[in-house]
């Protein structure tokens, strides 16, 4: 089945490490770049980063750059997104969403249910 | 702050037609891509490219590019179309990708 899987909800302090994954099956992983998008309490999506996992290519936005890492696992199928220092606002609803490049108008196809951090202390 | 604009909310009459709209100098070049978010889901692809459609997405969903407005259209609108809706596209540099604010679509 054609499916994203996310980890399950984290409750952290501010300063404590994070490393939250999204498993993906159903196509060759390897194939197709993987987004990380952020949603805030009560607002909008907003892209972190997009790896390709077939090279781990990374590509991340100004506002997320230096602020996360992201990483892919081939032989596991399975992208990550990693904090080595949380902060309060970094509390959010965070998907992984399989994005595609074929043409020169991308998208996104394919999304995880989403993983909850929470922060606080 | 983003490089797409949408209205923040929207309404429409059930079974009637709605237009959600979204601004920036990339849609000049590059088509948006729509998402539908109903609270507590993911986000959900409705309209991509050319105005495609996903399996699945009924045909009273498409989509359309004038100048630097990019439009997602919803013809006989349902209860179940009410969700929050998101546009998406390269930004203006062509390197990066961005979403609009998002328009909360309301059917009355």
């Known amino acids: 089945e054609l499916q994203l899987v996310q980890s399950g909800a984290e409750v952290k302090e501010p300063g404590e490490s994070l490393k939250i994954s999204c498993k993906a099956s159903?196509?060759?992983?390897?194939?197709?770049?993987i987004g990380w998008v952020r949603q805030m309490p009560g607002k909008g999506l907003e892209l972190m980063g997009i790896?390709?996992?077939?090279?781990?290519?990374?590509t991340y936005s100004p506002s997320f750059s230096g602020q996360v890492t992201v990483s892919a696992d081939r032989a596991t199928n399975t992208a990550y997104l990693q904090w080595n220092s949380l902060k309060a606002s970094d509390t959010a609803l965070y998907y992984c969403?399989?994005?595609?490049?074929?043409?020169?108008?991308?998208?996104?196809?394919?999304w995880g249910r989403g993983t909850l951090v929470t922060v606080f202390s | 702050s983003s490089d797409l604009t949408q209205d923040p909310a929207v309404s429409v009459a059930l079974g009637q037609t709605v237009r959600i709209t979204c601004q920036g100098d990339?849609?000049?070049?590059?088509?948006a891509s729509w998402y539908q978010q109903k609270p507590g889901q993911a986000p959900v692809l409705v309209i991509y490219?050319?105005?495609k459609r996903p399996s699945g997405i009924p045909d009273r969903f498409s989509g359309s590019n004038s100048g630097s407005t990019a439009s997602l259209s919803i013809s006989g609108a349902q209860a179940e179309d009410e969700a929050d809706y998101y546009c998406?596209?390269?930004?203006?540099?062509?390197?990066?990708?961005?979403f609009g604010g998002g328009t909360k679509l309301t059917v009355l």
């Open positions: 490219g050319e105005n």
């Open positions: 159903g196509y060759s992983f390897t194939s197709y770049w």
């Open positions: 990339s849609f000049r070049r590059y088509y």
């Open positions: 998406h596209s390269r930004d203006s540099s062509g390197y990066q990708n961005v």
């Open positions: 969403a399989r994005h595609i490049t074929v043409t020169e108008h991308w998208y996104f196809d394919l």
């Open positions: 790896i390709y996992p077939d090279d781990s290519r990374t």
